[in-house]
């Protein structure tokens, strides 16, 4: 009963398409309308200067982060790989173990 009801109140595809695009085309002028009266407020000087920060750490993520995220993703598997056989690995790994059981155990309430 429930079901029927709330499929007979959802709009057709169109309709949620035609919406969705009107809510997206509000934002963008929202947001436009929004930098408009921040660098009305603030003047060039310190707009440009803010803008001028955010390339800055766009440009940090690009050529920083990113480069040494994917780095990570691929030499930490091979890293594991050699300390998991080590006798180094088998304290951690033993520590790890019996520390997430712990805190499973906490949880749960057993």
């Not at 109140?9 to 934002?27: D, G, H, I």
């Not at 603030?42 to 440009?59: K, T």
């Not at 088998?90 to 309430?109: E, K, M, W, Y």
Request: include cysteine; charge should be neutral; charged fraction near 15%.
């Amino acid at each position: 009963r429930l079901r029927r009801a709330a499929a007979a109140l959802t709009p057709p595809p169109r309709v949620r398409l035609a919406v969705a695009w009107v809510a997206a085309w509000v934002l963008v002028a929202a947001f436009l309308f929004l930098s408009y009266t921040y660098g009305v407020v603030f003047g060039n000087d310190r707009v440009r200067a803010m803008l001028f920060s955010w390339v800055i750490a766009e440009a940090q993520t690009l050529v920083v982060e990113e480069p040494a995220i994917i780095a990570l993703t691929a030499v930490l598997p091979l890293i594991c790989e050699e300390v998991q056989n080590s006798p180094v690995g088998v304290v951690v790994n033993d520590f790890l173990a019996s520390t997430v059981g712990g805190i499973v155990a906490a949880v749960r309430g057993s």
